[in-house]
């Protein structure tokens, strides 16, 4: 199934992604650091969305309260409700 989440607090504004059988792919920021989220989609690629927010919940950026991987984590939790 295709998502769409309107992040907060961070330069990326949106992340779209599918998750098939708990598993999430095609992971895309919109806005943000272009590279450095491009990066963390492929690195997330194929992996359980359980581990995800495990690994990247709570990330800060700067002196934020989130970040862009944190929004990601937040995304799925939100997936994972629906």
Known sequence: MRYEYKTQ???AQMIIFEV???KLHNVKFIGGCNGNLKG???L???M???DVITRLEGT???MKRTSCPDQLAQALKQA???
Request: net charge negative; charged share 30%.
């Open 20 to 22: 098939d059988e708990n």
């Open 9 to 11: 607090g961070t330069c």
């Open 40 to 42: 963390i989609g492929s």
């Open 48 to 50: 359980d969305i359980d």
């Open 44 to 46: 997330v690629e194929g």
């Open 60 to 62: 800060t950026c700067g």
């Open 80 to 82: 994972k409700s629906i």
